[in-house]
């Protein structure tokens, strides 16, 4: 395969050149020798609901002879974030590999530095090669728009496609897996509400008002709107990702410029342990702060008690369920596969994946949950 633009790897180098249909993967008659999943430890964490879904497609892809299938899993990069989304990418396409069903492997960037434009149009070159090397279905977390117009031409070739963690809504794409964001912003703004005094009080929200940026405007609004039905004025900072200092001091002065005082500061993205940082540096350091996903900043200031409470996506289980459901489309059909997936789909073609919210008293517990999977973050 031609790789394009940055450094691509097959994720923790588990390139998948299974047999599509050996001897040993079909009895007598044909048949597929049946999936086995391996087994998840049970936790408090641990997402019944969503375990039984898959619990149920794969017996229903199991019912089905086989049907060989080169499949690629695109990601935007193997590290930090990503990595639990290739993890359960990789864990599916190996249990649907040993089963004799699938070949391929999970794709990514090994630097993931590269400015957010040319790293889209990378991606849309990879899709691209993956296309004409053969791929004939595709799971990939997509940077952008940019990517649209290659998506739609895979689909176009019969090509199924699935989104992970990011959307595309303007795109032919079957699935998309990943968070309901305004579920996602409802649900942490609930989280904060118990936590602050009665109003009146201003509530910091560490977000964004990005137009281009819809996944991010909903679940900043989404929270916004449980804390100012609830009668408290709300202040939208904008996120700064690449310049820390000065988000942090960006936000240290709104805290202290806020009329009526600061009551509490809520984070819906991954950095939002800054807004414990902001709080501290204005000598607030009595405020709740309630944060979003499970980066190594946000879970010292949980167990210092800082950070009451984070929401955490859960990358894993997307990346393990793209290549079910990529597959899935190919055996039983769209229409079915929805059909076993309508518990957790939105307008019928979003799975919505939920998060975890995780109290600062349960890091340790969550922590392990993570672990138990394989999923450290």
Not at 321 to 328: A, H, K, R, S, T
Request: aromatic share 6%.
């Amino acid at each position: 395969m031609t790789m394009t633009g940055r450094t691509w790897a097959a994720a923790f180098g588990l390139t998948l050149m299974t047999a599509a249909c050996g001897a040993s993967d079909t009895d007598e008659g044909g048949e597929a020798a049946p999936i086995k999943r391996e087994s998840v430890p049970q936790n408090d964490f641990t997402p019944a609901e969503i375990e039984a879904t898959i619990d149920r497609l794969v017996a229903e892809i199991n019912e089905n002879s086989i049907q060989p299938m080169q499949l690629t899993v695109l990601m935007k990069s193997l590290a930090g974030y990503f990595a639990p989304i290739a993890t359960g990418a990789n864990r599916a396409m190996g249990e649907l590999g040993a089963a004799g069903r699938v070949t391929g492997n999970v794709l990514g960037p090994t630097d993931a530095s590269a400015e957010h434009m040319k790293a889209m149009a990378d991606q849309t070159r990879q899709i691209e090669q993956v296309v004409t090397d053969g791929a004939e279905g595709l799971a990939i977390t997509p940077f952008g728009e940019g990517n649209v117009d290659a998506i739609d031409a895979a689909v176009a070739k019969g090509i199924p496609v699935v989104t992970l963690d990011v959307d595309l809504t303007t795109s032919k794409r079957s699935i998309y897996v990943g968070i309901n964001n305004t579920s996602a912003g409802t649900t942490a703004g609930e989280t904060l509400l118990p936590m602050l005094p009665r109003p009146p009080g201003t509530v910091i929200l560490h977000g964004t008002e990005d137009p281009t940026w819809a996944d991010g405007v909903n679940r900043t609004q989404a929270a916004q709107g449980v804390l100012v039905n609830a009668g408290y004025d709300v202040l939208v900072q904008p996120i700064d990702y690449l310049h820390e200092a000065e988000d942090v001091e960006a936000l240290k002065a709104v805290i202290e410029a806020a009329d009526p005082p600061v009551v509490g500061l809520i984070g819906v993205f991954s950095v939002s342990y800054r807004c414990a940082m902001a709080a501290d540096a204005a000598g607030l350091s009595d405020l709740p702060v309630v944060a979003f996903d499970f980066e190594p900043q946000t879970v010292g200031y949980m167990r210092q008690g800082r950070i009451k409470a984070t929401h955490v996506q859960r990358q894993y289980y997307a990346g393990y369920l793209g290549p079910y459901i990529v597959y899935g489309i190919k055996t039983i059909g769209l229409d079915a596969t929805r059909e076993i997936l309508a518990r957790q789909l939105v307008d019928g073609t979003r799975f919505d994946l939920g998060v975890d919210v995780v109290p600062a008293e349960k890091v340790d517990d969550f922590t392990a949950f993570l672990d138990s999977i394989g999923a450290d973050q």
